[in-house]
Structures are given as structure tokens and as C-alpha cells.
């Protein structure tokens, strides 16, 4: 079951930027409360992918970084915003392209194309930073496209090989089957290495 994001792409509008539709909207805020809750379908709670039953479903934020889709867990996305370029901090690690102002939060940014070396940054109209939690510090994701929210079933996930779109399993979870599809899913708290995730902290509070 996926949820298409064509209409609305489930952001959080910014100034001067309107929801396209409200009830939509809301839908998506409501599902995020819901699982923020950690009720999820057949399976126990969510704190990555892992989940005892077999049969059970979790419920994933699907974006684009070039041309490959990547999901994460529905229950470490705090919100979607559309892309402003942040605002560079000195000596910072080439992956973490600068902080952003969220709604009085300074908080670090990281461009995934530029962590992963998948290719050179381009941000389009479709651009969107994903505003998640990794091991408790709020940081933002740079992406492609958030193209929408998908229910995944468990047994539709595979370990991941030991390369997949030139990123090394260190950072996945497994691989997600869905038609025609293959989903990478990946391991927030593990894209970043002790020390890279203090520069990251000391980003925050360079402004």
C-alpha cells in the first residue's frame, strides 16, 4: 500500500508556500503522531527496521538520491521541508553543507549525495530536506525527491549485499522487494562515525 505524494509531497509549508491540500496534510501529521506512538501493523515497535514477526509491515519515508530510492523508518522523520541552502560553517566536514534556521533550531545539515559519494549535489525545485533524529540529535537531509509513504511487509526485505548504488552495507539495513522495485533501506544511526557525528554537534553550535 503506498500513499502518493504528487499532490503535496507531505512538507511542512514554509513562508510564502501553501499546502496544497489541507486534509492531506493533516492525514500525514496524523500518521507520523500515530507511529511517533509506536503502533505499527502486526509487528512490535519501531525503533529502526528490525521487527519479530515476519508478517508485519512497517511503514517507510521513500526519497530519491539520483535515481535510486531509499526508505526510512516513518518513526525517525520529524518533518519534510523544501530545500534552502544552509548557511556554510568553517573547517566542517565536506558532507555537512552547512545549518539551517528551524523555527529557531540551528541545526546541522547533511547532503546524503555528498556522505555516500553517489554523485555531484544538484538541487532542483524537488529538493527537500528531511528533518530526522540520529541517536538523539535533530538533523536535517539533504534529497533528490520525496516521492512518498509506503507500507513495506517484512518478508519483502532482504539483507543488504555487501554493495548496492555504490554504498557499502555499513550503512543499510536490508533491501526492500516491491514489484518492480528495489528500495535501499538505510541505517540512520549508522551513517556517520563517532567522530563525524561530534563534528556534526560542534556544526550546531559554531553559529
Known amino acids: 500500500m503506498r500513499r502518493s505524494l ?5 512538507i511542512r509549508p514554509e513562508a510564502g508556500v501553501e499546502a496544497r491540500s489541507k486534509k492531506e496534510l493533516a492525514a500525514f501529521v496524523r500518521t507520523i503522531e ?28 521513500v526519497f530519491r538520491l539520483g535515481d535510486e530510492e531509499y526508505g526510512v523508518p ?8 523544501h530545500f534552502s541552502k544552509p548557511t ?31 554523485g555531484a549535489a544538484q538541487y532542483t ?9 540520529i541517536h538523539g540529535h535533530t538533523v536535517g537531509l539533504i534529497v533528490s ?8 511487509p517484512q518478508a519483502c526485505i532482504e539483507p543488504p549485499p555487501a554493495v548496492i548504488a555504490g554504498i557499502t552495507a555499513n ?14 533501506l538505510l541505517d540512520l544511526n549508522k551513517i556517520l562515525t563517532a567522530e563525524e557525528e561530534n563534528q ?8
Open 6 to 10: 504528487a499532490a503535496f509531497s507531505f
Open 34 to 61: 500515530i507511529y511517533k506512538a509506536n503502533q505499527i501493523i502486526g509487528g512490535e515497535p519501531l525503533g529502526g527496521i528490525q521487527m519479530a514477526n515476519e508478517n508485519a509491515e512497517i511503514q517507510l519515508v
Open 74 to 81: 516513518i518513526t525517525q522523520v520529524q518533518e519534510i521541508i
Open 88 to 118: 556554510r560553517i568553517p573547517k566542517s566536514p565536506p558532507f555537512i553543507e552547512g545549518v539551517i534556521n528551524l523555527r529557531g533550531r540551528v541545526i546541522p545539515v547533511i547532503d546524503l549525495k555528498k556522505r555516500f559519494e553517489v
Open 125 to 133: 525545485e524537488e529538493a527537500r530536506i528531511v528533518v530526522v533524529e
Open 145 to 152: 525527491e520525496v516521492s512518498e509513504v509506503l507500507r513495506l
Open 171 to 184: 550503512y543499510l539495513q536490508g533491501v526492500g522487494k516491491l514489484e518492480d522495485r528495489l528500495l535501499i
Open 200 to 207: 556534526l554537534v560542534q556544526s550546531g553550535e559554531a553559529v
